[in-house]
């Protein structure tokens, strides 16, 4: 387990120093100086030399990549020209929103997806497993700003049962003031006890998290699905069934543990696709995360906020993928010998 771990620890240094280049490469390349989007068009020669200073735009491109990488390793992840703050306190304000929304989606996505393949595998080319091919592929391909609307005309603006859009009600902020510790609104809500906050997030949240939810889901069905007919067709299901043990307890008992090592390689690419698909939930639902924080750096040619989010996503995904690679070589020890 340790040389595998160290093998994994390698890997996921060299692909968070190749974006880390890309990311730099990308800010030089993006058209528009940053001195002219940081000190303004109406700006003086004398305050663009100085804003050209301040971000070491006049230095060679070799010495402006290590004080980059300095800079990052040191903390500093550049200041916003849009909102004249640091980008890494930027993040760290609007990314717990995001990571609250993808993470409830995430849990809805496994707690529906794999029992939802474990039926569809059970009863292979019969109905169940007809319609859960149907929902997963629905699930899927429908366009995700599409799905969103759609939720929101029926269930916010029509029936009324959920709120259209926001966080949670902002009315609250004056009846039940929320302490932060986290940023994540849930989180705080539960830990002081704000049952007003809490109740209000969590009626905010079921729309939109439903939406991210719905592309995972199908995905995790579809592969559990895949991956239990394969491993309860192997030698080791035969003789389980040999032995008179029922075709549930081959899936669940003793196929299901394998056949989960895709499904949890799967989540690693599923969470990074969540995170930047919630952009676009983000802007539907008015949710005050990275997606509105992206969105308004891109309009303002924000190159240090772009690069400070396309990094943050970049390091979560690497990130995720590590977690899931240990997570396997628990699960499997196969893996470890790989």
Do not use: C
Not at 60 to 73: A, G, S
Not at 258 to 271: E, G, K, S, Y
Not at 272 to 290: C, D, H, K, Q, R
Request: glycine share 8%; charged share 15%.
């Amino acid at each position: 387990m340790p040389g595998y771990l160290i093998r994994r620890l390698g890997q996921a240094l060299l692909v968070v120093a190749g974006v880390i280049v890309l990311t730099f490469a990308v800010m030089r390349l993006v058209p528009g100086d940053p001195a002219v989007a940081y000190a303004g068009p109406k700006a003086t020669a004398a305050e663009l030399a100085d804003a050209r200073r301040r971000f070491g735009l006049d230095d060679p491109l070799p010495v402006q990549l290590w004080n980059y990488v300095r800079d990052l390793l040191g903390g500093d992840w550049g200041t916003s020209l849009h909102t004249r703050r640091p980008v890494r306190d930027d993040l760290f304000q609007a990314f717990p929103a995001s990571l609250e929304l993808v993470g409830v989606a995430l849990v809805v996505a496994l707690v529906a997806g794999i029992p939802l393949g474990i039926a569809a595998a059970r009863y292979k080319g019969r109905l169940p497993d007809l319609s859960v091919r149907l929902s997963s592929m629905l699930a899927v391909s429908v366009p995700v700003f599409w799905l969103a609307l759609a939720l929101q005309t029926v269930f916010a603006s029509g029936l009324g049962w959920f709120p259209v859009a926001g966080e949670y009600d902002a009315s609250l902020d004056r009846t039940s003031p929320l302490h932060l510790y986290t940023n994540i609104t849930a989180v705080d809500a539960l830990i002081t006890g704000n049952w007003p906050i809490l109740a209000s997030t969590l009626s905010h949240l079921v729309l939109p998290a439903l939406v991210i939810a719905a592309y995972p889901a199908g995905v995790v069905a579809q592969m559990t699905r895949a991956a239990l007919i394969e491993e309860s067709s192997r030698e080791h299901a035969r003789l389980e069934r040999a032995l008179g043990f029922g075709e549930t307890a081959v899936l669940t008992r003793f196929s299901l543990r394998p056949a989960l090592n895709p499904v949890l390689a799967l989540i690693a690419l599923v969470f990074a696709y969540s995170i930047v698909n919630g952009f676009l939930v983000e802007a539907v639902f008015n949710w005050p995360g990275l997606g509105r924080y992206a969105a308004d750096s891109i309009r303002s040619l924000d190159t240090p906020a772009i690069a400070g989010v396309t990094l943050l996503v970049a390091v979560l995904y690497v990130v995720a993928n590590l977690v899931v690679d240990l997570l396997q070589g628990v699960v499997d020890p196969r893996v470890r010998a790989r």
